[in-house]
């Protein structure tokens, strides 16, 4: 199974690549032979 992994942050709590590597990780509890691509993104905003 191929998955790819596209999150945005959690405001104020995660960025964008810790919330792809917790996904992930539930992912590999569940599928450890998955193939898993993590892509973080991001909007572009600042909400200061």
Request: glycine letters at 6%; a negative charge.
């Amino acid at each position: 199974m191929k998955i790819i992994v596209a999150p945005d942050s959690f405001k104020e709590c995660l960025d964008a690549g810790e919330v792809a590597s917790a996904i992930s990780e539930g992912i590999f509890s569940v599928s450890p032979d998955a193939e898993v691509r993590l892509v973080p993104l991001s909007d572009g905003r600042r909400d200061d």
